[in-house]
């Protein structure tokens, strides 16, 4: 048997669809991060309501297939019912494999207005069934991003509960994080600051180079 019942799930992911919703839903965070040659890059990822159900590890029951006719419910759907405190323990199953336990481990500990992410990288793994392109978090957590074929944008598509240094190749340190509401045109929001950066030797890119006056601006 599991650590977890299906009660203890109903209890983490209606928490963290609070917190996703309170940090991160309809919004896009831009990390700055660095290599090891001090040149900084920019990467953005957004935030939607159907994005939620993948990062918990959930399987959704069919139940057509019992009888009931009404089918599977969708992604954001799921999200409201967490929400809501309408999740039932007929509407789920756990992987077979583990994994919804594991990304129920870790999965309050990433749902915060920066992620907790100190490194981002380019998914490397030997894990065949891991789909995913992008990596952000630390030493004990990540969340995983793919693009979206239909919009372009990076969204979270799943939990990993493992080092990030494990899964990618040459993971860049995340020096700044900024938060903003997706339909807003520039950033204003600060949300993570490294300690020991020269800002003012900092060089951003030209797409966000706004954003350096910003901070500077907060007399950081």
Not at 115 to 135: C, N, R, V, Y
Not at 166 to 176: D, G, Q, S, W
Request: with cysteine; charged share 30%; proline share 2%.
């Amino acid at each position: 048997m599991g650590r977890y019942t299906k009660k203890d799930a109903i209890r983490i992911v209606t928490a963290c669809a609070k917190q996703y919703k309170e940090q991160l839903v309809n919004r896009s965070l831009l990390f700055l991060c660095m290599d090891k040659h001090g040149k900084a890059t920019a990467i953005e990822f957004t935030f939607d309501t159907s994005n939620f159900l993948h990062l918990t590890g959930l399987k959704l029951v069919n139940r057509k297939r019992h009888g009931s006719g009404e089918g599977v419910i969708s992604a954001s759907d799921f999200y409201e019912k967490c929400l809501n405190h309408k999740l039932r323990e007929d509407d789920f199953y756990f992987a077979k494999d583990g994994t919804t336990e594991l990304k129920l481990d870790v999965l309050p500990s990433l749902l915060t207005k920066n992620l907790a992410a100190k490194m981002i990288g380019d998914f490397h793994s030997d894990k065949p069934k891991l789909l995913t392109e992008k990596l952000a978090g630390g030493q004990t957590a990540c969340m995983g991003f793919v693009r979206n074929s239909t919009s372009d944008r990076f969204v979270p598509n799943t939990v990993i509960k493992d080092d990030i240094r494990r899964h990618t190749i040459k993971p860049l340190r995340v020096i700044a994080c900024y938060r903003k509401n997706r339909g807003d045109a520039r950033y204003g929001e600060i949300t993570y600051l490294a300690k020991g950066i020269d800002w003012e030797a900092v060089e951003y890119p030209v797409e966000c180079a706004y954003l350096k006056e910003l901070l500077l601006a907060a007399h950081v």
